[in-house]
């Protein structure tokens, strides 16, 4: 199926939950969201629901976020229902790693295809600034149970800040000696503009992913190191994502750049949304939805159906720089 743009859309992007055991500045109130009634939240049998009627209209991918994706339960029975789904080629799964270690082999098990572990810096002291009440220890054995468990491509997400001040090379040089795919994510202004404590989007906080392969190559160089070279075609791991792919010549994995402010790829734009509470979001800047977990509890599975007919017409040309939405990034989904 083509959106009104001539896009063909191929991608659902599930949440949930808007749940986390993290706190992340840019991402949840430090107080966490208010909790939803658990009649307002999809039922697992429902997001089955959804996503079969997806396929009719094309949707061949699906990725599972939240908040925080493994604290929902069923997760794995979720998963393992979707593998058999006809239509649905891969699944995959976005997570903080902290509870990969004791889940990792059911969700490899169940029929997972890939992760990708959120990890926007190395610094312990700095993690736990971030996640407001997470330890990197956590997440660093969730990397490593997401590679014992054979799952490939393992992808690491960080979202870089200026005012952070991460060490960008630190996590480029992780795809070196590992199967680690390094994909740095330009801060995107979702949720709300301005804040206190580092958990409002400010233009001056975007780090454009030209300039920062400049400073990764400079920093390489200042240690003996080569530059990144681009790669593409086979290179390039699996997925289904915008990022542009680079290497350390001889090493395993690879280092990527995602630039939805800089370089806009709106135009490649492949995927739709679904809140943990039931929404159909068109785009991820958009604050239009369309309420489909009320179009299937009142009109089953044929008023879901034209639910995203409705959300490819309304998909945006391109998100036009907009600041803001009303929603925070955990409550659209990861």
């Not at 749940?19 to 939240?41: K, L, S, T, W």
């Amino acid at each position: 199926m083509k959106d009104g743009h001539g896009r063909v859309i191929d991608y659902l992007r599930i949440s949930l939950t808007d749940r986390c055991n993290f706190r992340c500045i840019y991402c949840m109130p430090a107080d966490g969201v208010c909790m939803m009634g658990h009649d307002e939240i999809l039922r697992i049998e429902e997001i089955e629901a959804i996503t079969r009627v997806a396929t009719s209209i094309g949707i061949r991918s699906v990725r599972l976020t939240g908040g925080e994706p493994l604290v929902r339960k069923g997760v794995v029975d979720l998963v393992r229902a979707l593998h058999k789904m006809e239509g649905i080629d891969n699944i995959s799964l976005t997570t903080n790693g902290v509870l990969l270690p004791e889940m990792a082999g059911d969700l490899k098990e169940a029929g997972l295809s890939r992760v990708n572990i959120s990890l926007d810096t190395l610094d312990p002291a700095q993690f736990e600034f971030i996640t407001r009440v997470g330890k990197i220890e956590s997440t660093l054995k969730g990397i490593d149970a997401a590679l014992a468990a054979g799952f490939n491509p393992v992808k690491i997400n960080a979202v870089t800040v200026r005012s952070l001040k991460q060490d960008y090379l630190a996590f480029a040089k992780l795809s070196i000696d590992q199967p680690l795919h390094v994909r740095f994510i330009e801060y995107m202004p979702v949720g709300e503009s301005t804040g206190s404590d580092g958990s409002g989007w400010g233009k001056e906080d975007v780090v454009p992913s030209e300039e920062l392969i400049e400073i990764i190559n400079e920093r390489a160089a200042a240690e003996g190191m080569p530059a990144l070279e681009p790669i593409d075609g086979d290179g390039k791991p699996i997925g289904w994502g915008p990022a542009r792919y680079f290497q350390f010549p001889g090493a395993q994995g690879t280092v990527g750049f995602i630039s939805p402010l800089s370089r806009h790829f709106c135009s490649e734009c492949n995927r739709l949304r679904l809140t943990a509470d039931g929404k159909l979001r068109p785009c991820l800047f958009s604050d239009r939805e369309l309420d489909i977990r009320a179009a299937l509890r009142e009109g089953g599975e044929e008023a879901v159906y034209d639910c995203f007919l409705q959300a490819l017409d309304l998909k945006p040309d391109e998100h036009h720089d907009k600041v803001g939405t009303e929603r925070k990034m955990s409550q659209i989904g990861g």
